[in-house]
C-alpha cells in the first residue's frame, strides 16, 4: 500500500505562482509514473502532469510552458510548480502514483494510488 501526502495548495491571483508537493510513502514498483490530476466543480478529473521513473515529463496542453513537474530532493517525493496562474485553473489537485503504460500515461484509470487532494484556488 503506497500513502500520498500532498502540500502546498493556496490562494492565489492570477498570474501568481504555487508551488505543490507529494511524498510517496515507499516506491511499490520498479517502472512507476507520479502525476498530478485536477477536479473543478461539476467536471470530470483530468490529467495535469507526469513524471516516470526515467525522468520523462508529460504535461496537458492547456499546462504546458507554465507548469513544471520535477521529483523533489527527497526520496519518492515529487513537485509540481505552477506558474502564470489563471483562474481556470483553480481545482482539488491529486497526486497519483501508479505503473501506467506510456499510451496510457494520461489515463487516471492507471494510476492505482491517489492523495486526498489539495485545493488550488485563482482569482481573477
Known amino acids: 500500500q503506497v500513502e500520498l501526502v500532498e502540500s502546498g495548495g493556496g490562494s492565489v491571483e492570477a498570474g501568481g505562482s504555487l508551488r505543490l508537493s507529494c511524498a510517496a510513502s515507499?516506491?511499490?514498483?520498479?517502472?512507476?509514473?507520479m502525476a498530478w490530476f485536477r477536479q473543478a466543480p461539476g467536471k470530470e478529473r483530468e490529467f495535469v502532469a507526469a513524471?516516470?521513473?526515467?525522468?520523462?515529463?508529460y504535461y496537458a496542453d492547456s499546462v504546458k510552458g507554465r507548469f513544471t513537474i520535477s521529483r523533489d530532493n527527497a526520496p519518492n517525493t515529487m513537485a509540481l510548480q505552477m506558474n502564470s496562474l489563471k483562474p481556470e485553473d483553480t481545482a482539488v489537485y491529486y497526486c497519483?502514483?501508479?505503473?501506467?503504460?506510456?499510451?496510457?500515461?494520461?489515463?487516471?484509470?492507471?494510476?492505482?494510488?491517489w492523495g486526498q487532494g489539495t485545493q488550488v484556488t485563482v482569482s481573477s
Open positions: 497519483s502514483y501508479g505503473r501506467p503504460i506510456l499510451s496510457s500515461i494520461r489515463d487516471r484509470t492507471h494510476y492505482a494510488y
Open positions: 515507499q516506491r511499490a514498483y520498479s517502472n512507476y509514473a
Open positions: 513524471i516516470r521513473y526515467s525522468g520523462h515529463t
